[in-house]
């Protein structure tokens, strides 16, 4: 705990992520920990940020901000690459129905067994958070780091970059958190691999050995695998994940620039205790969700992430909505029109007239 405070009190550091909660036996501690941070810095807003396998929503009633959502990342993940191995077979089954489940109430698995876990259960139910108490990332050092080579989105998604920058707006234009991970911003190809630089000779044997183990298993789904690892403990390794040493994709930055821009103008300034009001399936790979945003405005995010184009219910775009965003040229009018583009994100604004029910959850909604 004073390890905390020093971090927050004398260095001003906006907040603190805690990493991998879930292994922390002393469970009371966590709230503490919450309650002394923000009684110290009374006065200040302070960011108490959660990596928790466990999907348990109660930390998030009791003092920290926000918790990373991995479901989403690997829901998102899976539909874009196809990969469904290791716990991306947890959301291979129905993915779109975890997209919508996702984005919605947080998180996908709320209670369900849990395929890594054995049919165990995993989660408790998160729909009644804010959109906010989440943390929606494409990649991290983690999910790239831990990759037997390192690939990023931008190599894995070369064939689909469409599909890329929709879910790259569908992450940057709805309510939860966005985080990027360092490179992302720049379009950046390098991997990001496994490095780490021990002097014990013993432990630098025992890691290599260790995912030698690891990605042996994965030989059973064609991947490369075991002997050919870049070594972790290589200073070539290291040199090999530096993003910055690229050139910067100026396309891509500008993408992300506009995004950011959008995001600050019409969504950022609105997102307190902000809730989802409805949510549907469009189609494999596709959903629409609506959050109620403070001003009682609507934001509307119709997200296609499938190779093909999907109709939309003549009810479901109503002629009030704005398109704020759409990340295929010309795909907010082919949605006005009855028809989400494939590989496709489009992002409304509206605000209901007074007789409109904006809590009412529509008729297939999450």
């Known amino acids: 705990t004073e390890n905390a405070l020093y971090w927050l009190q004398d260095y001003r550091f906006d907040g603190l992520r805690l990493d991998a909660v879930h292994a922390i036996a002393s469970k009371d501690w966590l709230p503490e920990l919450a309650q002394t941070v923000h009684r110290a810095c009374r006065g200040r807003h302070v960011h108490l940020i959660l990596e928790n396998d466990d999907n348990d929503a109660a930390l998030l009633e009791q003092g920290f901000t ?3 959502n991995d479901d989403i990342h690997h829901v998102v993940h899976h539909l874009l690459t196809g990969e469904n191995d290791g716990y991306y077979a947890a959301y291979a089954e129905t993915p779109t129905r975890h997209l919508r489940r996702a984005l919605a109430e947080g998180f996908v698995y709320q209670g369900e067994p849990f395929v890594t876990r054995d049919g165990a259960g995993r989660g408790t139910p998160s729909a009644h958070l804010p959109a906010t108490a989440f943390v929606f990332f494409l990649q991290n050092h983690d999910q790239t780091g831990n990759r037997a080579r390192g690939e990023r989105l931008t190599r894995l998604c070369q064939n689909r970059p469409e599909a890329l920058r929709a879910a790259i707006a569908l992450q940057l234009l709805s309510p939860q958190i966005p985080l990027l991970f360092m490179g992302e911003e720049r379009g950046s190809t390098a991997p990001f691999l496994y490095f780490t630089d021990f002097s014990d000779t013993e432990l630098m044997d025992a890691i290599r050995e260790g995912r030698r183990r690891e990605f042996q298993r994965f030989e059973a789904f064609g991947r490369d695998a075991g002997s050919d690892l870049p070594d ?11 993003p910055y040493a690229e050139s910067v994709d100026e396309t891509m ?23 989802c009001c409805e949510a549907h399936l469009l189609g494999d790979g596709a959903v629409l969700v609506r959050w109620a945003l403070a001003n009682k405005s609507v934001l ?7 190779t093909a184009d ?57």
Do not use: H, M
């Not at 103008?265 to 997102?271: A, D, E, K, S, V």
């Not at 509307?300 to 499938?306: A, D, F, G, I, R």
């Open 300 to 306: 509307s995010v119709y997200c296609n992430l499938s």
């Open 253 to 275: 930055y500008g993408y992300y620039t506009k995004l950011l821009y959008v995001r600050r103008q019409f969504i950022r300034p609105w997102l307190r205790s902000v809730q």
């Open 66 to 68: 926000a918790q990373w």
């Open 310 to 366: 999907c109709v939309l219910p003549r009810d479901l775009v109503d002629v009030s909505e704005r398109g704020i965003f759409a990340s295929r040229s010309r795909s907010d009018y082919s949605l006005f029109a009855g028809r989400l583009a494939a590989e496709t994100t489009v992002v409304t604004i509206y605000r209901p007239s007074d007789g409109d029910d904006i809590d009412g959850a529509g008729g297939d909604a999450a």
């Open 232 to 242: 972790p403990g290589s200073a070539e390794t290291w040199r090999l994940s530096n």
